[in-house]
Nanobody, 123 residues
Framework: QVQLEESGGGLVQAGGSLRLSCVRS?????????MGWFRQAPGKEREFVAA????????YYADSVKGRFTISRDNVKNTVYLQMNTLKPEDTAVYYC???????????????WGQGTQVTVSS
């Protein structure tokens, strides 16, 4: 069984920064899987935010966060991060960590999801 545990969410003013973390535990080695981040705002569908392949290369971002968010991973700590800068009120959402094969993660159908962490950006 694989578990994903997010942390780092909170309340921040517009223009501020937050860093989310997600620790993965389970049978399959962390270094073998793609990790990603999604978010779901109230009344909206869950949407893709960012993904990074197992080697730490080829970061892929949604257009709405390019240039502001950075995904990274530490294969020793089994952790993926999402550094969020220049936050906007429209970034307010529950942010979910995801794990699986690259194609599935980017398509929004990863093998595993975390429970989510709330990010609220005030104007």
């Amino acid at each position: 069984q694989v578990q994903l545990e997010e942390s780092g969410g909170g309340l921040v003013q517009a223009g501020g920064s937050l860093r989310l973390s997600c620790v993965r535990s389970g049978r399959t080695s962390f270094s073998f899987v793609t990790m990603g981040w999604f978010r779901q705002a109230p009344g909206k569908e869950r949407e893709f935010v960012a993904a990074m392949n197992r080697n730490g290369g080829s970061p892929y971002y949604a257009d709405s966060v390019k240039g502001r968010f950075t995904i990274s991973r530490d294969n020793v700590k089994n952790t993926v991060y999402l550094q969020m800068n220049t936050l906007k009120p429209e970034d307010t959402a529950v942010y979910y960590c995801a794990s699986g094969l690259w194609g599935n993660v980017v398509a929004g159908t990863p093998a595993y999801w975390g429970q989510g962490t709330q990010v609220t950006v005030s104007s």
